[in-house]
């Protein structure tokens, strides 16, 4: 079978699915079937529109709970980041060479 009648073919039975389907959507258990579709599509757009509400406030308390459980799992964390840090930072300037800009630190987004 040549390329262009494997084409064909498909164009062919895809039309005879849509023309299936436009038949079936067309009787009353078809309207049934598109009618249920909308409910649940609007039900799940309702709880996607919540969640997107919710979401800052989520976040914020999984940023709370994560850094009281981070503090208390390991109370010298936040210390030998500091150390760190400056220990990063002091190396960088104690080079010498200073051709790349210094790091900027992004802000939060709100």
Do not use: C, I, R
């Given at each position: 079978m040549s390329n262009n009648a494997k084409h064909l073919a498909t164009f062919i039975l895809g039309a005879?699915?849509?023309?299936?389907?436009?038949?079936?959507?067309?009787?009353?258990?078809?309207?049934?079937?598109?009618?249920?579709?909308?409910?649940?599509?609007?039900?799940l757009k309702a709880d996607a529109e919540g969640a997107i509400d919710k979401a800052p406030e989520y976040f914020e308390e999984l940023k709370s709970k994560g850094?009281?459980?981070?503090?208390s799992s390991f109370p010298d964390a936040e210390n030998f980041f500091k150390e760190l840090?400056?220990?990063?930072?002091?190396?960088?300037?104690?080079?010498?060479?200073?051709?790349?800009?210094?790091?900027?630190?992004p802000e939060p987004i709100s």
């Open positions: 005879a699915a849509g023309v299936a389907a436009h038949k079936y959507l067309q009787s009353e258990e078809g309207e049934k079937l598109l009618e249920d579709l909308k409910t649940k599509a609007n039900n850094a009281d459980s981070l503090k840090y400056e220990k990063f930072v002091g190396n960088k300037g104690a080079a010498g060479t200073t051709s790349e800009p210094a790091p900027v630190t």
